[in-house]
């Protein structure tokens, strides 16, 4: 056989292995992936959160309107049932949501209390300026409806000084929330398609988004959460008040909530996601699969973090033990998405971002 | 010693055959083809930015062994050094005051590439060395503007060892990278080849066809034959052609493929210094015809280099093919896992070989007050330093080093907390996945990292990796 008839022979061979799609297993295929985590993950979020904060501003005018103890309840169900929906949509910081810096005002904490209080006696605040975001957004209103029990809330919108201002200000700031997150939700279906059509493996494709905000997410779960209130960034001493919901001590509630949203961002919902990519570059003959390994520490962390017990701002000092192990586990997650799954899918950590939630 | 004159007395066997006299027209193509390539690479990384990401936003730079002293430019002085580069490349294109461009070039890029090994890529360095080698080659002799302004002896010809000492220098590239494939993970699992076939594709129909495994070990072993064979094809004139094509084949096909830059370019280009001096004289003509250049007459002066200036050079060429033959193999030194310790890895032309991330957390403790605080590395480094310091030991112990420098005699605020450290300790508990393994322990949180220093010996503070 000579030179040529092997580079034939080469092509042939080429090409008909190239078009015999039907000897493949099962197909994946990344676009297929981020049309369904934008469409059944992504999407049905954002709109979910989207409804949660227009009932919220709804039921703060309703609130202000008429300031009842029954009034009160509906307003907290409401915020609780927000923040809870946040820890679903939040890891999907990218496009518009990431351009109208959503994630931010939505969610810095620990809220500053002494600016909230000035901006309430002032009156006059612009509460997107970059000094206000620790005095808008979930974590304030968490100051403002639970800082105290239900007699003294009620009073400080109804017979205190400032009451006419509070009330102002509580629904300044869900009108600021509703409304810039219906912008973001309204830009998203422009930038939908350019998601999916971003379907490479490199820098700046959409797996690649997707992949560093999950695991960046998964940091905010070990560090925001957990770890800044634990006192392991501060030399050991614990932090109650920087735990998230604070004042509502909802803080286990909410980083369970974060792992349901966690694993649902990693699994693709009921759809194609990483666990199918991850599958698909393994192979059959990998065992355990890393999917497997994964979506048990998942399970893992969820029960560290019930073992806690609430409130977390309490139990940081209470149950050291407790809270030292769910951020033990967390942090095998995290090495699972930095190691193991970022060599699988050839997939760079590339965020580079400051602290906050 | 030894190896220096067993190396004179290997080309004295020859005769100093190797001072006989060829063609110009190789040399000047390369140099050409070279200049060209500098240029546009140097352009390119200007243009997207990576002087200012890379060189200029990192705080901390990881610097090379033996280099610590060299001084990091200021930002103003770094887009100097670019533009030295550029003017460098320029005037190695032209042959016009070649021998300074050459070193202007050389100096320049080998000295920003030494700024921060995070950057090291095998591509750089063999840039580096090519560039040295260029100050010494008679490259602007023909077809030059230092030749034709009578600024050299003009000469169509060039001794045999300037055209010699290149394909040396290409022969080791292939050459080494061949044997590094020789191991298990590369011919055995075809990693991590098959894990980044698979992830790599963006068309449907290839992409399917490079899911297929046998494709990645078909990949892996053409790959290992093709480095440890192609010089040899290169270099017979029967084969030559074939040879050529395989070589635009396999570095189109890792441009298509992976992100590695100009380095398929680079290779491309570089092998075309085995052709004959027929083909390149040929390349000269048309160059000439282009710039319309019909006139400059050929000049047939040609150079007797005295005994002595013979032997410096045949010394100063074995010396350097020793230091070249001998790099690669250092690993031998040492007893633990290349891939996992990378005691000797650098400067080996090992491409490819390993896919490697790592999760490093780090500790300070003060042994005074006993407080101990986790570090958050963003703080400190680049996401892109983060990840290459994640899974190389070496950066690991530098950047330990660093935070006692940053921990000690100092008050350290987190959150509002004011935390006092005086004899900071720095332990760091690191997790590596490499090739296709699930992750293993590489750096216990026991070792006090401040303790131990970054130097050429054995790293038993590493866990040993189980393959």
């Known amino acids: ?35 369904n985590m934008a469409s059944a993950v ?20 309703d609130f202000t309107a008429s300031p009842t103890a029954a009034s009160l309840n509906v307003l907290k169900d409401g915020f609780v049932s927000a923040y809870l929906s946040f820890q679903h949509c939040k890891m999907y910081n990218f496009g518009p949501m990431m351009d109208y810096g959503v994630k931010n005002a939505m969610n810095t904490y620990p809220a500053d209390t002494a600016i909230i209080e000035s901006n309430i006696s002032s009156g006059s605040y612009t509460l997107g300026s970059v000094s206000n975001i620790t005095a808008i ?38 009108q600021k929330m509703k409304e810039e997150y219906a912008l973001a939700v309204s830009a998203w279906s422009n930038y939908k398609a350019d998601f999916i059509a971003a379907d490479g493996n490199d820098v700046s494709s959409s797996t690649t988004l997707l992949f560093n905000e999950f695991v960046k997410d998964i940091e905010l779960l070990k560090n925001a959460k957990i770890g800044i209130p634990a006192g392991y960034k501060s030399g050991g001493q614990v932090l109650p008040d920087y735990v998230e919901g604070y004042y509502s001590q909802i803080s286990i509630l909410l980083a369970k909530e974060s792992i349901v949203g966690l694993t649902n961002a990693f699994n693709g919902g009921t759809g194609l996601g990483f666990d199918d990519y991850i599958k698909d570059v393994e192979g059959e003959e990998v065992s355990p699969s890393l999917v497997d390994n994964i979506n048990a520490q998942f399970t893992l962390c969820d029960q560290k973090v019930s073992a806690i017990g609430t409130p977390l701002s309490e139990k940081v000092n209470t149950n050291s033990t407790a809270v030292s192990e769910a951020y033990a586990e967390i942090k095998k997650l995290v090495t699972y998405c930095k190691t193991d799954m970022s060599s699988t899918l050839g997939l760079l950590i590339t965020y580079q971002d400051n602290d906050g939630d | 010693m030894t190896g220096i004159k067993s190396a004179i007395s290997f080309f004295k066997l020859r005769n100093f055959s190797w001072f006989k006299t060829v063609s110009a027209a190789p040399l000047a193509v390369y140099r050409i083809g070279f200049g060209l390539l500098m240029l546009f690479s140097t352009i390119r990384f200007i243009s997207k930015g990576w002087v200012q990401e890379i060189y200029i936003d990192p705080a901390f730079h990881f610097s090379y062994y033996g280099f610590e002293w060299l001084p990091y430019p200021t930002p103003s002085v770094l887009y100097l050094l670019f533009a030295l580069m550029i003017l460098g490349a320029v005037l190695i294109t032209l042959g016009l005051f070649y021998r300074f461009g050459a070193t202007l070039f050389f100096l320049t890029f080998t000295y920003v590439e030494l700024l921060d090994k995070t950057n090291y890529l095998n591509h750089y360095y063999f840039v580096s060395l090519i560039a040295f080698l260029m100050i010494w080659l008679p490259a602007n002799r023909y077809f030059s503007l230092d030749a034709k302004l009578g600024r050299c002896t003009a000469s169509d010809s060039v001794p045999l060892w300037s055209i010699r000492i290149l394909q040396f220098q290409i ?11 020789l191991e298990t993970d590369w011919l055995i699992h075809a990693q991590p080849l098959k894990y980044w076939l698979h992830t790599a594709h963006h068309w449907e129909y290839i992409g399917n066809f490079l899911k297929q495994e046998w494709v990645a070990y078909a990949f892996a072993w053409a790959g290992c034959i093709y480095d440890l064979t192609i010089v040899l094809f290169l270099s017979i004139q029967k084969t030559r052609k074939f040879a050529y094509m395989a070589v635009i084949v396999f570095h189109l096909m890792t441009w298509l493929l992976f992100p590695i830059g100009v380095f398929p370019w680079v290779m491309m280009f570089a092998t075309t210094i085995f052709f004959s001096a027929h083909f390149h004289e040929k390349i000269i003509r048309i160059l000439k015809k282009i710039i319309g250049d019909t006139k400059t007459p050929s000049s047939v002066v040609v150079s007797f280099p005295s005994q002595r ?101 100092t008050v350290i605020t987190q959150y509002g907390v004011d935390m006092k450290f005086e004899e900071p ?30 130097d050429l010996t054995e790293r038993n503070w590493l866990s040993p990796y189980n393959r």
């Open chain 2, 309 to 409: 200036l013979k032997k410096v050079t045949t010394a100063f060429l074995g010396v350097y093919i020793m230091i070249q033959i001998i790099l690669p193999f250092r690993y031998l030194l040492y007893e633990g896992d290349l891939f996992w310790s990378e005691q000797g890895y650098r400067f080996s032309w090992r491409v490819m070989l390993m896919e490697k991330s790592g999760h490093a957390t780090f500790y300070v403790k003060d042994k005074k007050s006993g407080i101990q605080t986790e570090v958050e590395n963003r703080d400190f480094l680049t996401p892109n330093q983060e990840k290459m310091m994640s899974t190389q030991p070496d950066m690991i112990l530098q950047f330990a080093h660093h935070l006692e420098d940053v921990y000690r005699d």
């Open chain 1, 137 to 174: 957004g979930l974590p304030a209103i968490d100051y403002l409806l639970y800082t105290s029990d239900e007699v003294t809330v009620l009073n400080s919108f109804t017979v205190d000084a400032n009451a006419g201002n509070r009330k102002t200000y509580l629904t300044d700031i869900t």
């Open chain 2, 425 to 454: 300790e720095v332990y760091a508990e690191v997790y590596v996945a490499l090739n296709a393994r699930p992750h293993q322990l590489m750096v216990d949180k026991k070792h006090n990292l401040a303790a131990i220093s970054n």
């Open chain 2, 171 to 181: 022969a080791a590239v292939y050459i080494f990278a061949g044997i590094a494939k």
């Open chain 1, 1 to 35: 056989m000579n030179i040529k008839s092997l580079f034939l022979l080469g092509t042939v061979s080429f090409i008909v292995f190239a078009c015999n799609k039907d000897e493949d297993k099962e197909e994946f295929d990344r676009g297929a992936m981020l049309t």
């Open chain 1, 42 to 61: 992504i999407e049905p979020s954002y709109t979910e959160m989207n409804n949660q904060l227009i009932s919220l501003h709804s039921s703060a005018v």
